[in-house]
């Protein structure tokens, strides 16, 4: 039996831009940004109220992010 959702993770092609609107149009806190190297951060939000977080990924060159 599921019991809940630790992350749901969100490919993104601007992690900066997804950042400004997770945050500032949905009402998203950020919780962690690290850099993992040159083009990759592991960037995660926090969702008032739940326990799940979202996490933000830079996608690879020619795939269709979900998101911003």
Not at 6 to 25: H, L, N
Request: hydrophobic letters at 45%.
């Amino acid at each position: 039996m599921i019991r809940g959702v630790k992350f749901a993770s969100i490919p993104v092609a601007d992690q900066d831009r997804a950042i400004a609107f997770y945050t500032e149009k949905l009402g998203f806190r950020l919780l962690a940004d690290h850099p993992f190297d040159d083009k990759q951060r592991w960037i995660e939000l926090g969702i008032p109220g739940a326990d799940t977080r979202v996490v933000l990924f830079r996608t690879d060159a020619g795939r269709s992010p979900a998101a911003p």
